[in-house]
């Protein structure tokens, strides 16, 4: 069944449901976010779409080296209900034998220059190692957060198989980073407006 339906959601609730409803229109009301929603035909999403569109547990694990910007992921992601971190990995080494065995994993955030162990500071080769990822690890997406810029970089990342670049410096998608989320875990691609800039021919949504 489609059409138009209107219902109220506590403002409190109001703003991770937006991020996982197509065809919203928000009207602010005094305690209440009034949200006129377009009722999406279910028989027409694949189950990856539809699952996040009835508002799932999306699990998230993070590889990035810095505790300081884990601490930010975390609190962003983490004040979301929906949301779980599965696995926060310092080394290429750690994720790597979390991945051994089939994980219940959705969205994987992904820095580049992480190092590939505590005794190898070498970065770990992330654009060889992201097919095999997606590859043996049924439903995955992959989401890069880093500070490179480079045309050629993010490019290589792209066609590696991520679902998403958002740059280190671009603090407003940073700052809602859980809105985020529900995109790249239902499939859909997300980059930052200047990374975007950089590959033209990616048509995915921007901030």
């Not at 929906?82 to 089939?102: C, H, N, R, V, Y």
């Not at 930052?192 to 021919?201: E, I, K, N, V, Y």
Request: charged share 15%; proline share 5%.
């Amino acid at each position: 069944m489609t059409g138009v339906q209107t219902c109220a959601l506590p403002i409190s609730g109001a703003y991770s449901q937006l991020s996982r409803i197509a065809g919203v229109h928000l009207v602010p009301g005094a305690r209440f976010c009034y949200l006129v929603v377009k009722v999406i035909n279910h028989s027409q999403l694949s189950a990856t779409d539809a699952r996040y569109a009835m508002g799932k547990t999306t699990y998230i694990a993070i590889l990035e080296d810095h505790p300081s910007i884990v601490d930010g992921y975390r609190y962003r992601l983490e004040r979301v209900g929906d949301m779980k971190i599965a696995g926060i990995f310092s080394f290429w080494e750690e994720l790597e034998a979390f991945f051994a065995t089939p994980q219940q994993v959705d969205v994987l955030i992904l820095d580049i220059n992480v190092p590939t162990s505590a005794t190898n500071r070498n970065p770990y080769p992330i654009h060889q190692i992201m097919p095999k990822l997606l590859a043996t690890q049924k439903g995955l997406h992959i989401l890069v957060i880093s500070m490179y810029k480079q045309r050629s970089v993010i490019k290589m990342i792209m066609q590696a198989g991520a679902r998403g670049y958002v740059l280190k410096d671009d603090r407003q998608t940073l700052e809602e980073l859980n809105s985020v989320m529900p995109t790249v875990a239902g499939g859909g691609m997300y980059s930052s407006q200047d990374a975007q800039a950089q590959t033209p021919g990616n048509r995915g949504q921007s901030h």
